[in-house]
């Protein structure tokens, strides 16, 4: 059983930068893949980012890639996700998440944090 914790979160302007964090607990950190998903009122859950357990790959959803960059510290069981140029549609809660698998669909992580707020003002 992995415990995930995520902090960070803040309301900021339009064009700043925040630092997600999640910190793991319980369980053996380097063999997850680890993502990164956020859900907006009204909306579906959505994926953000992910980055493997092994060679470090990362992912990106388009609506992100070259504005958010994630990252892991197996030896310290955390995984960031650095937020830049943020818009107002990134208003939304995250959610940081362990899985097994090579996949980023979200049903594919066993483990979920319990979310910290974003939002972005025009």
């Known amino acids: 059983q992995v415990q995930l914790v995520e902090s960070g979160g803040g309301l900021v302007q339009a064009g700043d930068s925040l630092r997600l964090s999640c910190a793991a607990s319980g369980g053996t950190f380097s063999r997850y893949r680890m993502g990164w998903f956020r859900q907006a009122p009204g909306k579906e859950r959505e994926f953000v980012a992910s980055i493997s357990s092994s060679d470090l790959n990362t992912y990106y959803a388009d609506s992100v890639k070259g504005r958010f960059t994630t990252s892991r510290d197996n030896a310290k069981n955390m995984v960031d996700l650095q937020m830049n140029s943020l818009k107002p549609e990134d208003t939304a809660v995250y959610y940081c998440?362990?899985?097994?698998?090579?996949?980023?669909?979200?049903?594919?992580?066993?483990?979920w944090g319990q979310g910290t707020q974003v939002t972005v003002s025009s």
């Open positions: 998440a362990a899985g097994f698998y090579a996949s980023n669909d979200p049903k594919y992580f066993n483990y």
